[in-house]
């Protein structure tokens, strides 16, 4: 049964479409869906975070530019605010609802639109929620303090932020908390598989794609992959198997899919856990890789000895 209802002659819609207030993976970022459209067949989702920093407002060279800014910037594109928001909007902006009222690229919401009613209180709704979520796990993004812009200023030097108790109040533009964006979706060119939204030009290629995953990466397996492109394809009770892929991404991605085109699958790398050995498959490796391979094999054979206690 064709699961696509057909809009017009140039969009259609995937009936399994995402649910207002239901949390779904994005592009490798956990998002709540806060509006639905479904006569524009559009949505608007709030990330859970994506990075950390100083208000974007403050500074982002076409606002503050380091500098205290006065206005706020709900709304206005901030997908250039570091390397990830880059690479994220990179990933998702084929997907954007570009004929949005409110939001660009991907932007800060208002305090209003976090159910703002006084000083300090609780905020309200899906947004709200999805912020509060956001400030929760700050640790995760790197901030050392519990709490989520908005896109709202406060006096000269201020802007409002959600914090992990859910208190929507403003503090310094210069401290250091999540950003967490919003993100305009046009539902036409996306489709709801279990709990993830994807793109329908990458889902569509599914049968060529492949999906990697390393949530739980360590240090050692990071910079495997960003000096040498070598990523987990395969875990068991006998080996781990990493192989080169060409992602074109400059930071660890915990989760993604790629075309088995951009996998040197005989190039790669086995440990084996009974004989504690590993071996390298067409890969000129060099003194800091052989370094990086022997520390990971240490950790592949202490994850075994723990596992069989």
């Not at 998002?31 to 920093?53: F, L, M, N, P």
């Not at 930071?251 to 996998?263: A, G, K, L, T, W």
């Not at 856990?273 to 240490?298: A, V």
């Amino acid at each position: 049964m064709n699961n696509e209802i057909m809009l017009n002659e140039n969009k259609s819609i995937s009936k399994n479409a995402p649910e207002p207030g239901k949390t779904y993976k994005f592009a490798g970022y956990k998002w709540t869906v806060c509006e639905v459209d479904s006569k524009r067949h559009t949505a608007v989702i709030q990330s859970h975070g994506v990075t950390h920093g100083k208000w974007p407002g403050f500074v982002m060279p076409q606002f503050g530019n380091s500098n205290y800014y006065f206005k706020s910037i709900d709304g206005e594109d901030i997908s250039a605010y570091d390397n990830k928001m880059k690479e994220l909007y990179d990933t998702i902006k084929d997907a954007e609802n570009t004929s949005a009222s409110y939001g660009k690229g991907l932007y800060l919401i208002s305090e209003e639109k976090a159910g703002f009613t006084e000083w300090g209180h609780p905020g309200s709704g899906n947004y709200w929620q999805a912020l509060e979520a956001a400030a929760e796990n700050a640790c995760s993004f790197g901030s050392p303090d519990n709490y989520a812009w908005l896109g709202t200023v406060y006096g000269s030097g201020g802007a409002w932020y959600v914090n992990s108790n859910g208190g929507v109040s403003y503090n310094d533009q210069s401290d250091d908390y999540v950003v967490a964006p919003a993100f305009n979706l046009d539902l036409s060119k996306v489709e709801v598989v279990g709990d993830e939204i994807m793109i329908k030009t990458m889902s569509a290629l599914l049968g060529n794609t492949i999906l990697f995953e390393n949530p739980d990466a360590t240090s050692v397996q990071k910079q495997m992959f960003l000096h040498y492109g070598l990523y987990l394809e395969e875990k068991n009770e006998e080996i781990e198997k990493y192989v080169v892929v060409h992602t074109g991404t400059k930071h660890f991605p915990e989760r993604f899919y790629i075309s088995s085109n951009d996998i040197e699958a005989d190039c790669n790398i086995k440990f084996y856990k009974d004989s504690e050995t590993f071996e390298i498959n067409k890969i000129c490796g060099d003194l800091e890789l052989l370094q990086l391979l022997t520390d990971r094999m240490k950790e592949v054979c202490q994850t075994a000895e723990d596992s069989s206690k």
